[in-house]
């Protein structure tokens, strides 16, 4: 056994070993679902963080960037990551008063009606399997590369790995090995790209010599490279493709199931809010270290086919033995952290959501819950095996799907008095059915939309068209009404001026880490790329009318409002 395969194999056995120890705990519903709603800030962090950074970012985006795209996916991080910030102000700690067992839950009792429930719930199936299947195959494609399984062994491994603490101790053992995986990925993969990155040179060299490369001309351009050899024609289908995708995924911080979800399980609304803050900078921090290594990979060997496999050879040839080896247990710690993420939300609306169980008792919901899981996970391996493996664009196709589906519905069951149960249930049909259809047809090549057309931001306003249309000819319950109103009500225990002192710093952390790396990119990536192009101003400093350099200051000219808002509402609201 070489050392790549022991550390993989000595991480999987601990996760199984935590996720199991976890599991001797829970008791309840409550604990099942929702960790008994009492984790502290470090484990919300760690499991939003580790449930969005899958196998897709490590091998599908960080090969997306290797091909051709460094410039771009350098400078657009921080603007879908506001997602977290507005997400918890807006509809995260309103979704933690609910109190909820899980997201769809949440509709039922906000529209009481079981078919809202039942149409969130079938959403998260489809969505949520569909990222699943992803990440799973992922993890195993990694296996294959650096071990002596077959595809099929692999997927087995895989499947067992997570599969055996998530079915046992539910949302307390995903959290836990989360966090334990975020903290062994976030470490090792900024360890490697500070390696990378000194054995180009550092950081100056690296950029000037990556600028330079003859096989990707545009590679560190702000729009990265476009033409008749890419996926896109221009630079405007690329711009309108990436602000599009910003947007969405924005979204999905904000209200999608794998990463709202995790505020039912948070200790207090400070926690929530909190944790958002500290997610979006760890998910920036995590995006631009395996972005940039994806680029820096292109001065060994430029032409790793597929791509999805540059991070795979940097662990394996570029990396010390030691590092490379935590890097590839990394990087199957993120597939199996998502992996487990997504069966849990999977099984818990099969169990919990598509039919009401008033019948069942505590013991016997908690049983039922346990054999759906492993049902879940058994439908998956199957479906694993024989479904071709697309990482970059499955995840696109299915992680975006809440965006629309979910977008306006989330948002306005919290601050509209107006939108009604058919309302609530139409738009989660029509945002679905209107962004899966025409990415699906897409997807075959059936057909070509344009990008301003984007299948997201058209299931997303047919959604919030019908939302408003079935609105305006219905009415609202006075069980809707108390209930939204109730929403709307600070728990009195989360009152507090000291805690609300020590949360307003959360924000401020932010709006701090923006400015730093907004100064740290502008040293290290605009005035070295200007000096290779002879882009530079006549004066020869930056020239601040250049697309990357608007770039990088369009960073603070987001995150620092949005961390304003965020210390402003806090005080107003606990303090």
Request: aromatic residues 12%; hydrophobic residues 50%.
């Amino acid at each position: 056994m070489d050392i790549y395969t022991g550390a993989i194999l000595i991480s999987l056995i601990l996760y199984i070993a935590v996720g199991n120890y976890a599991g001797r705990r829970v008791k309840k519903l409550d604990d099942y679902y929702v960790a008994g709603r009492r984790a502290p800030t470090l484990l919300i962090v760690g499991t939003l963080v580790a449930s969005v950074l899958s196998t897709n970012i490590f091998l599908g985006e960080t090969g997306f960037v290797y091909e051709g795209q460094a410039g771009p996916y350098i400078l657009w991080p921080p603007i879908g990551a506001m997602g977290y910030i507005f997400g918890a102000l807006l509809f995260g700690r309103y979704l933690r008063r609910s109190r909820a067992l899980t997201v769809a839950d949440y509709f039922g009792q906000r529209f009481n009606s079981q078919r809202v429930q039942t149409a969130a719930g079938v959403t998260i199936i489809f969505g949520l399997g569909g990222y699943l299947l992803a990440v799973t195959q992922g993890s195993a494609f990694l296996l294959t590369h650096i071990t002596d399984f077959t595809f099929a062994q692999a997927l087995v491994i895989c499947w067992v790995s997570y599969t055996a603490f998530t079915m046992y101790s539910g949302s307390r053992g995903v959290i836990l090995t989360d966090t334990l995986m975020f903290l062994l990925f976030t470490s090792v993969a900024v360890a490697s790209l500070v390696f990378l990155v000194q054995d180009a040179g550092g950081w100056s060299v690296a950029v000037r010599d990556l600028t330079a490369l003859p096989e990707k001309p545009d590679l560190m351009a702000w729009h990265g490279m476009v033409g008749n050899d890419t996926p896109f024609s221009s630079v405007l289908d690329f711009t309108l493709w990436n602000l599009t995708l910003a947007v969405a995924w924005g979204l999905v911080y904000a209200v999608s199931p794998w990463q709202s979800s995790r505020y039912l399980i948070a200790r207090d609304e400070h926690v929530v809010l909190r944790s958002a803050c500290i997610a979006a900078i760890f998910l920036v921090l995590m995006e631009l270290t395996l972005y940039s290594a994806g680029a820096v990979i292109n001065l060994s060997d430029p032409g790793i086919q597929p791509s999805e496999e540059a991070i795979i050879y940097a662990a394996l040839n570029l990396l010390p033995e030691l590092m490379g080896a935590l890097l590839l247990a990394g990087i199957v710690a993120a597939g199996l952290s998502s992996a487990s993420t997504f069966l849990s939300l999977v099984g818990f609306s099969v169990s919990n959501d598509l039919v009401a169980h008033k019948n069942l008792d505590e013991a016997r919901m908690l049983r039922l819950s346990r054999l759906v899981m492993l049902a879940v996970g058994v439908v998956t391996l199957i479906v694993a095996f024989y479904s071709p493996m697309d990482i970059f664009w499955l995840t696109y196709f299915v992680g975006t799907l809440f965006a629309s589906s979910w977008g306006p519905v989330a948002l306005m069951s919290v601050w509209s008095r107006r939108i009604t149960a058919d309302a609530a249930f139409w738009g989660i049909v029509s945002g679905f059915v209107f962004n899966a259809g025409p990415k699906a047809l897409e997807y075959l090549e059936w057909i070509t939309l344009p990008f301003w057309l984007d299948p997201i931001l058209f299931g997303g306003l047919v959604s919030l068209v019908v939302v408003l249309a079935m609105s305006s000819v219905g009415g609202v319950s006075r069980e809707e009404q108390a209930y939204r109103l109730e929403l709307h009500r600070v728990p009195p225990g989360d009152v507090s001026a000291a805690r609300t002192r020590v949360t307003r710093y959360a924000p401020v952390a932010l709006a701090a880490y923006s400015v730093t790396m907004c100064v740290i990119l502008l040293r290290v990536y605009v005035l070295p790329y200007q000096q290779a192009t002879g882009g530079l101003s006549t004066d020869g400093g930056i020239n601040w009318l250049s697309g990357e350099a608007l770039l990088v200051l369009a960073s603070p000219v987001v995150v620092l409002p949005s961390a304003w808002i965020a210390w402003r509402m806090i005080r107003k609201s606990y303090g």
